[in-house]
């Protein structure tokens, strides 16, 4: 199995719809702007290593989990 080339956005949206958090919310928890969160739910653009990790992070979810390599969103 290759790595996905980008964050999942569809399972970040559900991530953050699943906590009713607005994309605000994580921008600004995150240090980032509301379209950076966006543009990366919509796979727009892809998210940065160090965003992944963050973003992984902030929502207590593997890496794996995040980037949609596993089910399983607990942190290994």
């Known amino acids: 199995m290759m ?3 980008n ?3 569809q399972r970040l949206r559900k ?6 958090l607005s994309l605000k919310d ?3 928890a995150l ?3 509301k ?3 966006g543009n990366i739910e919509r796979e727009v653009k892809p998210a940065s290593l160090e965003m ?3 973003l992984a992070d902030f929502f207590n ?3 794996d989990y995040l980037v949609g390599r596993s089910d399983d969103p607990r942190r290994h």
């Open 3 to 5: 790595f996905p080339k």
């Open 7 to 9: 964050i999942s956005g």
């Open 15 to 20: 991530i953050r719809q699943s906590r009713n």
């Open 26 to 28: 994580v921008a600004d």
């Open 31 to 33: 240090g980032t702007t």
């Open 35 to 37: 379209s950076t969160i």
């Open 52 to 54: 992944v990790i963050n």
């Open 61 to 63: 979810v593997s890496l």
